[in-house]
């Protein structure tokens, strides 16, 4: 059964360092998404992506943030300075040309130090 | 805005036995989809089962089905005949088609199965 992938599993980075995360999502889905979640809260949305651009974003997307399908199967989360507070497990997703249906990868851990 | 609600933060069940994690919801909108994961240790969220608002009959997987009470704007996911591997958090989760597909989730029920 097709899966969503993400690389890496686990990152550990300095503050105010890059990361990109990626996510390989499944082949034949349209929708993107990338959602996170601080250990021991909700999951919560961060950004949707469809036909190569954004379509919504949360007030937690702000600039240091950007998204990018470099290819047609990667899609990466761009942090560029990060910060503490963006210590947290983060979920990439895919949806079918319906969307109404999202398949979860399974998480990207970033430690902030 | 959508809130989801998850009233349980906790919850335990004997093996074999019957659980029912409670979910409600707030919305305005008449057209949504709703939706459990499960997130066991490994942390990845898995799809449990999916409910179309519009459908009236309540979706069943299995071992897992819903109770979809629309007017009242609640979701509970029944579980029957527990096992072992259903330890996990649960999280409930509601999706617009209007604000971009987006689901918002509830905080959880961390459910334990005792053997």
């Known amino acids: 059964e097709p899966e969503v992938t993400q690389t890496p599993s686990h990152q550990v980075t300095q503050m105010g360092q890059e990361v990109i995360l990626r996510c390989v999502p499944i082949?034949?889905?349209?929708?993107f998404y990338w959602y996170r979640q601080i250990l021991g809260q909700k999951v919560e949305f961060l950004v949707s992506f469809y036909n190569n651009e954004i379509s919504e974003k949360s007030e937690i997307f702000d600039d240091q943030f950007s998204v990018e399908r470099p290819d047609g199967s990667n899609f990466t989360l761009k942090i560029r300075s990060t910060k503490l507070e963006d210590s947290a497990m983060y979920f990439c997703?895919?949806?079918?040309?319906?969307?109404?249906?999202?398949?979860f990868g399974p998480g990207t851990r970033l430690t902030v130090l | 805005a959508q809130t989801v609600t998850q009233s349980q933060p906790e919850m335990s069940v004997q093996e074999a036995e019957t659980v029912t994690l409670s979910c409600t919801y707030d919305t305005s909108e008449s057209n949504y989809y709703l939706f459990w994961y499960k997130q066991p240790p490994s942390r990845q969220m898995i799809l449990v089962i999916r409910q179309e608002a519009y459908k009236q009959q309540n979706a069943t997987e299995n071992r897992f089905s819903v109770n979809f009470q629309k007017a009242a704007k609640s979701f509970s996911l029944k579980i029957s005949d527990s096992q072992l591997g259903d330890t996990a958090m649960y999280f409930c989760?509601?999706?617009?088609?209007?604000?971009?597909?987006?689901?918002?989730f509830g905080t959880g029920t961390s459910l334990t199965v005792i053997p």
């Open positions: 989760a509601f999706m617009n088609t209007n604000t971009g597909n987006q689901f918002y």
């Open positions: 082949s034949n889905h349209l929708y």
């Open positions: 997703a895919s949806g079918d040309w319906g969307a109404d249906t999202q398949y």
